[in-house]
C-alpha cells in the first residue's frame, strides 16, 4: 500500500514560510505530479514527503500512520534525483544492488531483485559496465533501478529528467509511464515541464507561492482552470487571457467586439486556448490582429498576433499555413471553448 496524507502541512525557514498549509491525498497507485514555477515550493514539498527536510507543523500520514517526526529510512520510500549518484568505480549491477547489499541481504536475492528491475528496464546488457559507458538515459534507469530493487512504498521524483537532452527525456518519459503501468506502485513527480505533468499523471497538483491552486486530472486543468494564474501556467503555448468587461448577458473585449456572456457576476478576463481560434478576414469575429511573428511546427503553426488592447495573441493552425508577418485577420473563439475569470484572478463557471 502507498496511500499518502498531508495535514496543513507547513514549512518555515526561519521567518520565511514556504510552505502554506498543504491539505492533499494521494491514492495508492497513483501517479501525482507537482508542477509549479521555480520557488513554488514543488522541491521543498517533496523532500518533506521523503523526510529530507522537516515538516515545521501538521502531519504526513503513510497508510494512515503519523511518520511526520520519521526519518527517511523508516519511511519506506525511495527518492531519485535529477543527479543520477551512481558510484562510479562500481558495476551496474553493483549499483542498483548495493542498498540491498548494506541492509544484509542474501546475495542471491539482491541477484534476483536486480535482475528482474533489470528486465523492466532494459538493461541486461548493461549489468556489467560502469557509470562512465552508459549514456545520460541509461544512466537514470540505472538509478530508477536502483529504487526499484528497494519494494519502496512510493517513488519520489525530483525532475529526475532535467539533465537530459530532448530526445532522451521523451524516451525517459515513456520508460516511466510504462514503469508505472507495470509496478502499479505510487509515484510522487516534481517537475517545471508541463509536457511531462500533461503526459504522465493522473492527477497534476499546480503549486503557487507554496499553496496548491488547484488538483485535478490533465484534461481538468486544462479545460476548466480554477484561476488566471493556472489558465496561463497549464499548456503550451499557455491559454490566451484578454481585459473583458460583462452585462446584459453578453461580454464585450477591450478595442473588440463580443458575444454571450451566461456568468452568475460579472468578468473582468476571458481565455482561449490558441487551438480554439479560427482566423478569417479582418472585421470578422470577436477582434482583430495583426501577424507579428509565424512558427512553423511541422504538424501545426502558431501564429502570433498583435491584437491592440487586448495585448499579444496565439492562434493554432493545423499544418502550414499562406498567412505572413504583417497581415491582418479578423479572429472568431469557439463560443464553447471560452474561460471567464473575475477580479479575484477565479474562474467564472457559465450557465451556473
Known sequence: MGGITLNKVEKWFGDVQVIKG?????KDGEFVVFVGPSGCGKSTLLRMIGGLED?????ILIDGEDVTDHPPAKRGLTMVFQSYALYPHMSVRDNMGFSLKTAGAPEAEIREKVDA???????EAYLDRRPKDLSGGQRQRVAIGRSIVRAPTAFLFDEPLSNLDAALRVEMRYEIAKLHQSLDTTMIYVTHDQVEAMTLADRIVVLEFGKIAQVGTPRELYENPANLFVAQFIGSPKMNVMPCSTGGGAFQLEGGRGGDFAGPHPATHLGIRPEHITLGPAGTGACDGRVDVVEYLGADTLLVLDCGPLGRVTARVIGDTALTPGADVGLSFDPEKLS???ADGLAIRTGA
Open 22 to 26: 498543504v491539505d492533499l491525498q494521494i
Open 55 to 59: 515538516t515545521s507543523r501538521g502531519a
Open 117 to 123: 528491475a533489470a528486465a523492466v528496464l532494459k538493461l
Open 340 to 342: 471567464f475569470f473575475g
